[in-house]
T-cell receptor, first 117, second 110 residues
Framework: NAGVMQNPRHLVRRRGQEARLRCSPMKGHSHVYWYRQLPEEGLKFMVYLQKENIIDESGMPKERFSAEFPKEGPSILRIQQVVRGDSAAYFC???????????????FGPGTRLTVL | RKEVEQDPGPFNVPEGATVAFNCTYSNSASQSFFWYRQDCRKEPKLLMSVYSSGNEDGRFTAQLNRASQYISLLIRDSKLSDSATYLCVVNGRGADGLTFGKGTHLIIQP
């Protein structure tokens, strides 16, 4: 059973370009979470999605960031017009049930390291 | 007050020793608690969930004190492979995202 998959593992963008980060959850998991880890900081929750629905985006920056989890295919975290402050590791996690309900664990992918030049 | 607070360390501990660290959390409505481990530049991996009655998994013991709002992790007979950053993680009631501490850096020395 493959774990959570993320690609690309490393992404370099110039200021003003767009970054697309992809996440495929573990088989059988329909709940996807995105986190950002800035250098020397802890992980910060960004958004929680189920298939075709954004459930909780309370941690998403108001501008330039968007996420989706289509019926078919991976979840996508999209950052438009990237700035240097967006440089970070972006981790995706998945769970078989909704975490907020029953202490259900989340399993993390290897992350995408975004560098903005 | 930070939502989840941990001593960043580093804790330098000789191989075979016992080491313990704590974390505190600010949201009294938190309902789920975990310890994750993160190796340098890699993803967090679940070490263990923490239950109110305390729980043990091999050399690792976790305790939860709801009244004082702190969580502890004890590692016995430490191994070189235990060197990592240990993340205290809390899930608030009704919240979907996990709240992470910045982590405690542990170095096991031969």
């Amino acid at each position: 059973n493959a774990g959570v998959m993320q690609n690309p593992r490393h992404l370099v963008r110039r200021r003003g370009q767009e970054a697309r980060l992809r996440c495929s959850p573990m088989k059988g998991h329909s709940h996807v979470y995105w986190y950002r880890q800035l250098p020397e900081e802890g992980l910060k929750f960004m958004v929680y999605l189920q298939k075709e629905n954004i459930i909780d985006e309370s941690g998403m920056p108001k501008e330039r960031f968007s996420a989706e989890f289509p019926k078919e295919g991976p979840s996508i975290l999209r950052i438009q017009q990237v700035v240097r402050g967006d440089s970070a590791a972006y981790f995706c996690a998945s769970s078989p049930l909704r975490t907020g309900g029953a202490g259900n664990e989340q399993f993390f992918g290897p992350g995408t390291r975004l560098t903005v030049l | 007050r930070k939502e989840v607070e941990q001593d960043p360390g580093p804790f330098n501990v000789p191989e075979g020793a016992t080491v313990a660290f704590n974390c505190t959390y600010s949201n009294s409505a938190s309902q789920s608690f975990f310890w994750y481990r993160q190796d340098c530049r890699k993803e967090p991996k679940l070490l263990m969930s923490v239950y109110s009655s305390g729980n043990e998994d091999g050399r690792f013991t976790a305790q939860l004190n709801r009244a004082s709002q702190y969580i502890s992790l004890l590692i016995r007979d430490s191994k070189l492979s235990d060197s990592a950053t240990y993340l205290c993680v809390v899930n608030g009631r009704g919240a979907d995202g996990l709240t992470f501490g910045k982590g405690t850096h542990l170095i096991i020395q031969p």
